[in-house]
């Protein structure tokens, strides 16, 4: 671990083309819009969709962010996720099914995924982004908010994830919904060039040396 953790990481994990990781929610209001008080209503509303797709809160990550919303995070065995090119996608297309007032859909990003605030290091506004629990989300006021967030804290056990019935039918929906639309992809100028130099095929070096053909020193 490095002493001087970063701010910022990716909520996904991207290898090549496929990505990695658990189903997201961003909730935030600006201070126009009611702020720290309407998130907390937002969240709570949020939390009874869940409950009301057979989802074990208990084993939902809930972090309040030191600004004025929360990030919610729900291991992908709870609805049978998996990695996908398109999982940006599908998360959006999940999280407008469960939809509120509150709810940041720009969160579901290409690119490397979405950056993820850092849980314990300190904002500019002197808060941290901390770990809470379902209790405290069902509890919470805008004090207890800025209390919870005045200090890091030790991230609460989380029950086993439980498959749930209601989040895996809007997982599947969403994926085969995916299914059927074309993936544009995406190269960096150099692999691009070379793609284009030898038409989407490896030079020909080196598919000598995958048909296992042999080739002198030089």
């Known amino acids: 671990e490095s002493d001087k953790p970063p701010a910022f990481r990716t909520v996904l994990g991207k290898t090549g083309d496929i990505f990695s990781g658990p189903f997201y929610i961003d909730i935030d209001f600006s201070e126009d819009d009611g702020g720290i008080e309407s998130s907390i209503g937002a969240v709570n509303a949020i939390l009874d969709k869940f409950e009301a797709a057979d989802v ?114 809007l997982w599947a929906q969403a994926r085969d919904r995916e299914k059927s639309r074309p993936v544009k992809r995406t190269f960096a100028r150099a692999e691009g060039e070379l793609r284009q130099r030898f038409g989407g095929d490896a030079p020909p070096s080196v598919r000598a040396l995958l048909d296992g053909a042999h080739l002198p020193d030089v």
Not at 56 to 65: K, Y
Not at 92 to 114: I, P, T
Not at 150 to 168: D, H, K, M
């Open 56 to 169: 074990d809160l208990n084993c939902v990550r809930l972090f309040a962010t030191g600004g004025r919303g929360f990030h919610l995070e729900i291991p992908r065995e709870v609805f049978g996720g998996t990695d996908h090119e398109r999982l940006p996608q599908i998360y959006k297309a999940m999280a407008l099914e469960m939809f509120v007032d509150g709810v940041d859909l720009r969160v579901y990003s290409g690119g490397r995924g979405r950056q993820w605030r850092v849980p314990n290091i300190r904002r500019p506004n002197s808060h941290y982004k901390v770990p809470i629990t379902v209790d405290e989300a069902r509890s919470l006021d805008v004090e207890g908010y800025r209390r919870l967030c005045s200090e890091p804290r030790a991230f609460p056990p989380l029950a086993e994830p439980r498959r749930a019935s209601g989040l895996a039918m």
